[in-house]
């Protein structure tokens, strides 16, 4: 059987604020936590910060070009909290809101439906200060943020994402410490979670409250595609356990109104979960029009023999899970280390289909990281970024030939940019970034992934397009 991407499939890519905007100090912008960690000795490679990125800020025009010659039908970005509401709190900064509205109506001249995500990590600073997002009050101050942005670009903008990634905030932010604002707190953690999840709830409602109908919310997660290393009760208990952590612990108040058991009782020594107040798994269960997955590479576990909590190290993301070990799968690597593994994004796709009968999906990121360089007449050749598209598309495809109601697919990223902890030493863009004079470069992916939408149809991969 051969099923192919239905007419109206969403083709697009995705970018993130702090990752390529710069202009970390033009018209009222404040800085975020990410402005303060990069500042942290020792925090990111290289000690790179986002201070001018890929100049997005300044180049939006050439940018949304750019999409436009390559054919992008939807463009995903995200907005700059402290960009638009400089202190977290109170009014909207008139010129940062400016940006984005300038933004969508570029995209929309162009012919390219813009996917608003409200908050890909980059928290104001002053909010940190108040407590973060361990902080009840945070999940206030962003249905406040959400209102604001939702009366600014409500009648343009069709399609939201409230958080991304929510695990990497509260989990790499809050308990391993290798992402803003690099605290290492189980408890905190745990906390964060919670707010965040309140805070997706209470921002979807103020969404609502100022969205036209038509407009659609969703949410985008990073759910982990696990498996047991062996098919040992032990093993398969250190799947449950990693799953409740990576994926449960949101999808079950999102989808289903309430935390599950399991993780209340794998948590109880760091925390009694009291800061979960009456009434707040049903503001977090807003109804979704969407749901949004974020696929890189699978995770692997098993019960550690030798009690260490991850491979080489702590502190550890996962909190309460000693005696899970992580194991690198056999195979392909990409310039990050992670295994290629597209059945992880097939799982995930049925797991969802399953789990939540009736919700639309979207791809929201995947992609990868590969050491591209420019060759002697200034071209990039990326033919493993190629490689690894054509199998994941084949894995999207074949989750549609079992019935996954997928409606889109982002890849990660348009443009080379700043890869948080590693800096700009990691390069997930379709388009090369020279960050010396900031000159675009469509990579050979770039070109393949252009003919894939224009025609609907996967390329041969073999082949330099
Ligand atoms: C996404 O994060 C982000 O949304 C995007 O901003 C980023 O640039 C892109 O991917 C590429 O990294 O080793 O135990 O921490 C992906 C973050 C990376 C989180 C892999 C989970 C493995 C688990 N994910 N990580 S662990």
Redesign the pocket.
């Known amino acids: 059987m051969t099923v192919n991407f239905p007419p109206d499939f969403l083709w697009g890519a995705a970018t ?1 604020a702090y ?1 390529i905007e710069g202009a970390a100090l033009e018209d009222g912008r404040t800085p975020s936590i990410w402005d303060t960690f990069c500042r942290t000795p020792g925090k990111v490679l290289g000690g790179h910060t986002g201070d001018t990125a890929a100049d997005h800020y300044h180049r939006r025009q050439e940018d949304v070009r750019l999409m436009a010659a390559l054919g992008l039908g939807a463009y995903r970005f995200s907005v700059s909290w402290p960009r638009v509401q400089p202190t977290g709190r109170g009014p909207a900064a008139r010129r940062g809101l400016d940006f984005y509205r300038a933004l969508v109506d570029d995209l929309l001249a162009h012919g390219i439906r813009p996917v608003v995500t409200l908050y ?2 980059d928290l104001p600073q002053e909010l940190e200060t108040a407590g973060g997002w361990p902080a009840r009050e945070t999940a206030l101050r962003f249905a406040d943020y959400a209102h604001l942005v939702g009366l600014a670009l409500g009648d343009r903008v069709e399609l939201w994402t409230t958080l ?2 929510p ?2 905030s509260a989990f ?1 932010g809050y308990a ?1 410490g ?1 992402h803003a604002p690099g605290r290492t707190d189980d408890e905190a953690a745990l906390r964060a979670a919670h707010h965040l999840n309140l805070a997706h709830g209470l921002g979807a409602q103020a969404l609502r409250a100022v969205l036209p109908p038509a407009a659609r919310l969703s949410v985008t997660l ?1 759910p982990a595609a696990v498996r047991a290393h062996t098919p040992s009760p032990a093993d398969l208990d250190a799947q449950r356990r990693i799953d409740a952590l990576a994926t449960r612990i949101f999808t079950g108040p999102m989808l289903h109104g309430a935390y599950p058991d399991d993780l209340l009782a794998d948590t109880a020594v760091l925390t009694d979960w009291s800061f979960v107040r009456d009434g707040d798994t049903g503001v977090i269960k807003h109804p979704l029009d969407a749901l949004g997955v ?1 696929y ?2 699978p ?1 692997v576990v098993s019960a550690a023999t030798d009690g260490r909590p ?1 491979p080489g190290g702590e502190p550890s ?2 909190p309460g899970a000693t005696g899970v070990t ?1 194991h690198q799968p056999p195979g392909k690597r990409t310039a ?1 280390d ?1 295994a290629v593994d597209p059945t992880g994004l097939h799982d995930l796709l049925m797991r969802f289909t399953h789990e939540a009968p009736g919700l639309p999906l979207l791809v929201t ?1 995947n992609g990868a ?1 590969y050491d591209d360089k420019p060759d002697a007449d200034g071209a990039v050749h990326d033919p493993e970024r190629i490689a690894y598209l054509h199998a994941h598309l084949d894995a999207l495809l074949r989750a549609l030939a079992d019935g996954a109601d997928v409606r889109g697919y982002f890849l ?2 348009l443009l080379d ?1 700043f ?2 902890a590693y800096g700009y030493s990691k390069r ?1 863009g379709m388009v090369y970034v020279d960050y010396a004079t900031q000159a675009r470069v469509p990579k050979s992916s770039a070109r393949w992934y252009a003919q894939l939408m224009r025609t609907g149809q996967l390329p041969p991969y073999r082949r330099e397009g």
Do not use: I
Request: net charge negative.
């Open positions: 993130a990752q890909h990590w991304n990634e695990w990497c790499l391993s290798v990073n974020n890189y590479a995770t991850v993301p996962w992580f990050m992670w990121e990281a990660w990223s940019n890869e948080w997930f």
